[in-house]
């Protein structure tokens, strides 16, 4: 494993991810994968299409 812990708190990770993350305009995004927590995840995935907001920033699991 990468990392010792989530990207966005100090919980072990579950999964590595592949996420868009971008910060105003979603077609300006940028792909990468990033180690996770169960409970980011769920976040990620139950915001959708829309993206979950983490201070400034968006994220969407895929690449799509």
Not at 32 to 45: G, I, P, S
Request: aromatic share 12%; with cysteine.
């Amino acid at each position: 494993m990468a990392t010792q812990r989530c990207e966005f708190c100090t919980a072990r990770p579950n999964r590595e991810v592949a996420v868009s993350r971008w910060r105003e305009d979603p077609d300006d995004r940028e792909r990468l994968t990033l180690w996770v927590c169960t409970k980011h995840l769920a976040r990620m995935q139950k915001a959708g299409t829309r993206g979950w907001a983490h201070g400034d920033v968006f994220y969407k699991t895929g690449f799509w």
